[in-house]
């Protein structure tokens, strides 16, 4: 064990994490750890854009972006945090200009922007063009642009180093930040980080669905540690699913195709988001598009042999307006479906894209331990937390927004934070819940391998805590989670070595999905309505008298060391707009 | 050459997806595998499974980790070539795993998969890449300017934002680098992508630190060392034209000077 | 997994022949590349060498196409080619200020841009510092020892030597 | 083979080859042409025995190759040259490496009869 001390560690080079880098290493000693070499995190494949009311193009102002930020999220959002978001936007796009990002342009040198689904101007009488944006390829630019910044800043970073618990020290009754603990994938080694302050951005949890958008490596590391740790998770059962992503793969799409007049069709060859969304047609939000995508597959106007998937139409667009604006995802489709897109529609199904819980946190980034508690020294920004701005569905562009704002929030909160407060003692053997995870998993002999498990749970999270939820298919899926995780104890991990034990590590994610695929489940069959990115088919309607509130899943361990997950609220917070009846 | 072979009957959970397996081939991939806390030798191994050509070969090295041999290590992460992980040698070139579908290499003969070129090899297909990103760093890939910041963004025409565009498109995957000769025995040079991310700032209107970069690849290790063998135009999985921009740093270097 | 399935991990030891001494607490060396940067190596050799090297390999290249290949035609394809060729032919051939600064500017010419070349291939190639050195200060001197010998002979070139 | 396979370059790798073998080898003969031709300094007899061993059907086949080896190096080196200097040099490298193949070939085979002809007559009478 190597002990190492920080006053702020970062958890997660995304854009979330080096924003927050940026800032922490400005103003304390910062170290950030992650699991990838930092330009291979997820936020390199986002395509679309990022949202700011820039008005570059035409009017716009971040009022508006509020309102439909709240109207995307179905009003689930808080609302002092989505003005934050709308208003900060605008600084956070110049802010990355000026570091160098390589924003498409308008012909007077201006950035230029784009439609994405659910912007709108004045409260919806149009879309308005909010996202700004770099060709398809806008989160690869983030990316690149926080890393180059972080390289010359001077930011230290811990590559390929997996944070696999959090430390927590009681100091007078109050649960304090000690540190985090990590395995180095090169030697095997396991080092303490000793910090003030320490900020969770380790990305989203995607992969406990088989068709889904994100990488191999959204495993939800972070979130899970917290949970580990006692602190609760929010809105869980939120996950939004993206509506083009390519047919059985999953690879996104990006929405700016339809922002740039791509249409969706069916089998008949029919523009079918006319009837679903008169006004905003095929640039609706995610959820209802992703539902009127598989009500048309269920009742036979899906294509193909087995109609299970519809068509992204771009055959009317010049191939110029394609290359100029959409060259990778039309790559894409030449490389992994051997389409051409000029000519020949893409087939694209629903996509597992984004979750909107993940840890709460105030608008500073601090983490909550209950409703209204902070963790002292902790914070979490990105996907992997919950702020809420995204609410019950997040707007396209609104993420690459949230990781902007709020990991550059966090990451000054906590360079402040521990500009002013001391190291809390480690606790006793800091290290001994990560030594005997790794053992345990190193030693893992048994019958079952992860990656039957894995695909079992991807199965029954697609089957049944997709798009279409009911109480039964819920319930199944608890179920079929518990009797995975039952399975999950008598793994084996082949690999016994020290040096670069992959194998050992996706076991390790495993146990993470398990974990977060059952919150997500047992919150989701506790939400009796449809809201946003979650509809229960025996309860279709929102339910603002029960439901308008976040759900707070608790990770309990009885006497008996039986672990079990108690359900709690929070009250959403309102500020301006009161909810009205959601329609596009 | 020590080749040893391991054979799998496809899982029937991977194929559940399809109907019926008629589209389903046997490939063979010949895997260099070198685990240093087993032997110092390098072994060549052969897996053998039944795989739809349409895939990827990433999913056939997953198919192998996840269901014959779990010891085989490799980098990856997006599966769809956007975060350069898992730049390797398959069939002999330099390529991403997941951008490459078994159809399109011959899947009749045995496809070899071997680590990339010119950095340490630590295991199976996993390299060193600290040289390489070193040379990142080393070319001042970062936006430099003087002066107050306006309160708005810069302005930048659209053909000064054109000028450049092909070199942000990198992924830092590594491919270019290690399928050059040169690198290959003088891991010194910096090699194409740290030149291609000097020439993204060197060309865009916005930087003020060109010189200071050029000045940097003047250097006995910097552009003059490239052969314009093309290795690394060929190789690059974002299509980017490489060798055209270490050309065009060596002219912006010549026109400086005289 | 079918019958015949060998872990790599036997696969190796029988290469060896048996039971390897390495292990997870004792690892072989990795398999290094012949050199690898490091933080140290930009040395900022702020000169221009390399690049009015890699000038001059083009711009004597251009200059050599018209030197050498005449050179050969005259040689090699005129006049009943290289049977012609003896003392009296070279001769003839310097008695002519014309053809003495031709294959003067030839002989300096192809000589450093060969040398320039193989300057380059031997710092491609050579592994080891010291090896590179001493390779080179032999490709130095055997260069200027020619380009001076073939200098000497070009001006003090005698027709009535005997 | 348990280090790596070769790697298989295309049209650009293996033209940069062919150049680096050439250029060696073309350099490793001016150094003894030099010498050789240094002889007239010393004696025309001396020269001219050297010579004659040029006029050995061997030797001369030598030559041919060395003609091949010079031809195809400096044709090369002006496709390399335009690589550096024409902006769209890169871009159309390959045809122009397929150019020099072509004009290499046909330069080749005019000059199989003049540089050998002299062996030819020898060898097969006149
Ligand atoms: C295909 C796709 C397209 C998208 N397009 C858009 C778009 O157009 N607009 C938009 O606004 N949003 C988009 N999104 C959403 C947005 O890109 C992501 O939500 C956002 O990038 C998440 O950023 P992050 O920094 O939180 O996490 P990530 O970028 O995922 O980074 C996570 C980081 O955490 C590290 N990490 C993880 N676990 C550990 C651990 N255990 N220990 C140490 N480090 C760890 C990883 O190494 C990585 O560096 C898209 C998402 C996807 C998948
Ligand atoms: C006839 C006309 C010639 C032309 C047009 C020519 C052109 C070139 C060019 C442009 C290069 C640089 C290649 C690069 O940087 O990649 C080069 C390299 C070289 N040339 Fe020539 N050259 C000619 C004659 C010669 C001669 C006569 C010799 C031998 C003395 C020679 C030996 C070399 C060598 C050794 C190299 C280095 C090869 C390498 O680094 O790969 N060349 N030549
Ligand atoms: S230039 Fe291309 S090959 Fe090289 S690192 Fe960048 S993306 Fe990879
Ligand atoms: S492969 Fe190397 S030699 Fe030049 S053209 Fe590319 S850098
Ligand atoms: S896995 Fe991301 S590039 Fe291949």
Known sequence: MQIHKYDTVIVGAGGAGMRAAIEATKRSRTAVLTKLYPTRSHTGAAQGGMAAALANVEEDNWEWHTFDTIKGGDYLVDQDAAEILAKEAIDAVLDLEKMGLPFNRTPEGRIDQRRFGGHTRNHGEAAVRRSCYAADRTGHMILQTLYQNCVKEGVEFFNEFYVLDLLLAEVDGVKRTAGVVAYELATGEIHVFQAKAVIFASGGNGKFYKVTSNAHTLTGDGQAAAWRRGLPLEDMEFFQFHPTGIWRMGILLTEGARGEGGILRNKDGERFMERYAPVMKDLASRDVVSRAIYTEIREGRGCGPEGDHVYLDLTHLPPEQLDAKLPDITEFARTYLGIEPYTDPVPIQPTAHYAMGGIPTNVQGEVLTDNTTVVPGLYAAGEVACVSVHGANRLGTNSLLDINVFGRRSGIAAAEYAATHDFVELPENPDSLVVELVERMRDANGGERVTDIRKALQETMDANAMVFRTEQTLKQAVSDIAALKVRYKSISVQDKGKRYNTDLLEAVELGNLLDLAEVLAVSALARKESRGGHYREDYPTRDDVNFMRHTMAYREVGEDGEESIRLDYKPVVQTRYQPMERKY | MSTTTVESKHSAALDAAETGDAHLITVTLRVRRFNPEVSDQVVWVDYEMQMDPKERVLDALHKIKWELDGTLTFRRSCAHGICGSDAMRINGRNRLACKTLLKDINPEKPITVEPIKGLTVLKDLVVDMEPFFQAFRDVMPFLVTKGNEPTRERLQSAEDRARFDDTTKCILCAACTSSCPVFWNDGQYFGPAAIVNAHRFIFDSRDEAGEQRLEILNDRDGVWRCRTTFNCTDACPRGIEVTKAIQEVKRALLTRRF | ?162 | MPAGTLYRGREGMWSWVAHRVTGVLIFFFLFVHVLDTALVRVSPQDYDKVVATYKNPVVNLMEYGLVAAILFHALNGLRVIAVDFWSKGPKYQRQMLWSVVGIWVVLMAGAFYPVLQHSLHDLFGS
Not at chain 3, 78 to 106: E, Y
Not at chain 3, 138 to 154: C, E, N, Q, R
């Open chain 3, 1 to 162: 997994m079918s019958a015949e399935t060998h872990n790599p991990v036997d696969a190796a030891d029988a290469a060896d022949g048996g039971v390897t001494p390495f292990g997870p607490d004792n690892p072989a060396p990795f398999i290094e590349p012949p050199r690898a940067r490091t933080k140290r190596t930009p040395r900022a050799t702020r000169t221009n060498f390399e690049m009015y090297g890699w000038l001059f390999m083009r711009l004597s290249g251009i200059v050599l196409v018209v030197l050498v290949l005449g050179h050969l035609l005259i040689q090699l394809v005129l006049d009943g080619g290289v049977s012609k060729i003896g003392f009296a032919f070279v001769a003839g051939r310097w008695a002519n200020p014309f053809w003495q600064l031709w294959d003067l500017a030839m002989l300096w010419l192809a000589m450093l841009h060969g040398a320039n070349g193989l300057r380059t291939v031997i710092n491609d190639y050579a592994e080891r510092d010291v090896t590179r050195t001493w390779l080179k200060w032999l490709l130095y001197a055997a260069t200027v020892f020619t380009v001076l010998l073939g200098t000497l002979v070009i001006f003090t070139f005698d027709p009535n030597i005997q």
